[in-house]
């Protein structure tokens, strides 16, 4: 960890104004000092709350004065992905469109972290839709990465990823359904987690006349370290706000609490998705630890024997998710797009077309398979605790905001890969509606962050958690970047 105060975890945070070591109306003017300081060179916080975190700040340290304590976030400042609901401000999925939609409440989430006491003063930028692993659109523009302002921070909960590595806050408060929290965290060299599907409500994380819960979409923390991931996720995991009142969740502690008790799985690299060299030595490093430590490492052990096949699942029920969502006109014009396709266009576009204008018993069908899949991870799981695997196939790339997503190239070990093939990586979990935690585990040559994900089986949340933060003990967890310091 970095010297500074502006790298604490948000556990510190709260401890120090618990103790009175400094107030909550300081620890946010710590945090916006820093946000005009930094945030113009990485444009990661798009939109403030100012008067009402003020306020909120005021009113916690009135209640700590008369021995009120709100919750384990009591006093302290944080920012939030754009695409929340925040009273008082724009939710605008970075759409033109949305720019005058206001929200009158908090996202259901947004709300659990304010009733323990978290001050919500920002929220942070995202691709548009939340459809790319950069973070650019028409209203508020591009964020950077703050290891190269010339690369991305990951999506599309990028701003949110740059702005916990630069300091400029806490905790934050993303979303997930293709790698969302998981990009920025390996790109920003920060933590994540993808909870299981269903265990945090998505009300408030939507556009208007889309606010039906989506398939695969999760909602999920970013923090420095491990166990602010463990504290986010235990405040904002409930039920749908209809569903609460009569639904209980309890997640299993931790199948086992030290390392020489896992039992690893590691899968390197993949046809469909080929992987950076130094990123698999990274993640056979982290495995290496691991084994060092007594636990048991596997290279060969895979859930499921047809990975084409299960990735071509995901991309359709993915399209179909992310397809329902789009306006009228948008939709309209891909169906008239897909109806143009040969039968023999496997492209990456003919996939996402088709799987937007699929018909419900295709989705069904799709569905029927998933349920397949899911089963045979949940077998794969009696014999291992987590998989490691890498989160995408290359470090930070550069920023591209000229080629088409669908036309976009990366360089892999020096050779040009397609920018999409990456989705592989980020359905193995989303699927199958497993947890996955993102965790720091070094850097590249040129010194750009890299990440492992930790999958984990349904509902073991705390299990990949533990992971993060028994593997950061042993070979160092976050480190900020130089130049924001």
């Not at 504290?231 to 209980?248: G, H, K, M, Y």
């Not at 060969?300 to 990735?311: G, T, V, Y």
């Not at 399209?319 to 990456?348: I, K, M, N």
Request: glycine share 8%.
């Amino acid at each position: 960890m970095a010297g500074s105060p502006a790298f604490d975890s948000a556990k510190q945070w709260a401890e120090n104004i618990h103790a009175k070591r400094l107030s909550s109306v300081e620890a946010l003017q710590f945090h916006l000092e820093r946000v005009n300081k930094f945030n113009p060179k990485l444009n990661a916080i798009v939109a403030f709350n100012l008067d009402r975190a003020h306020e909120r700040a005021l009113a916690a340290d009135k209640a700590l004065a008369r021995g009120e304590i709100w919750g384990p976030l009591h006093g302290v400042p944080m920012t939030v992905k754009e695409s929340f609901d925040v009273v008082g401000l724009a939710t605008t999925w970075g759409v033109p469109a949305l720019r005058d939609n206001i929200a009158r409440n908090n996202a259901a989430p947004v709300d659990a972290l304010a009733r323990n006491g978290a001050v919500v003063f920002g929220k942070t930028n995202v691709p548009v839709f939340l459809t790319d692993w950069q973070t650019f659109n028409p209203i508020y523009g591009t964020t950077c990465n703050p290891w190269d302002l010339a690369r991305t921070p990951g999506g599309s909960s990028g701003g949110a990823g740059a702005a916990i590595a630069a300091g400029l806050t806490p905790l934050e408060l993303g979303s997930d359904i293709g790698a969302s929290i998981r990009s920025p965290a390996h790109n920003c060299g920060v933590y994540g987690h993808k909870p299981s599907f269903e265990i945090v409500p998505q009300a408030g994380h939507s556009i208007p006349g889309a606010e039906a819960p989506l398939d695969m979409l999760v909602c999920g923390p970013l923090a420095r370290t491990a166990d602010d991931l463990e504290l986010a996720l235990d405040i904002v995991a409930s039920a749908e706000p209809e569903d609460a009142p009569f639904w209980t969740l309890s997640l299993p502690p931790p199948r086992v609490r030290q390392l020489r008790d896992f039992r690893v799985a590691i899968w390197l690299e993949d046809e469909c998705c080929r992987v950076d060299s130094r990123i698999q030595e990274l993640i056979s490093s982290a495995a290496k630890t691991v084994e060092a430590a007594g636990g048991l490492v596997d290279e060969r052990a895979r859930p499921f024997s047809d990975s084409k096949a299960a990735h071509a699942l995901y991309v359709q029920l993915l399209r179909g998710a992310t397809g329902a969502v789009l306006p009228t006109d948008l939709f309209e014009s891909q169906r008239r797009r897909a109806e143009l396709l040969s039968d023999d266009d496997h492209s990456y576009l003919a996939k996402t077309l088709r799987g937007v204008v699929q018909t419900h018993r295709s989705w069904f069908l799709a569905h029927e398979q998933r349920a397949a899949l899911r089963r045979q991870w949940n077998a794969f799981f009696q014999s291992f605790d987590v998989l490691l695997c890498p989160v995408a196939a290359s470090a930070a790339f550069l920023h591209d905001q000229q080629t088409e997503r669908p036309f976009r190239q990366i360089q892999v070990n020096g050779r040009a890969e397609n920018y999409n093939d990456q989705l592989f990586w980020a359905g193995l979990a989303s699927l199958a509606y497993l947890p996955t935690t993102v965790a720091p585990i070094g850097s590249t040559s040129d010194g750009l962050p890299v990440g492992v994900q930790i999958i984990g089986a349904y509902m073991q949340d705390k299990t990949t958690i533990e992971f993060a933060r028994l593997l950061g003990a042993e070979i160092g967890g976050f480190r900020a970047p130089p130049k924001f310091l």
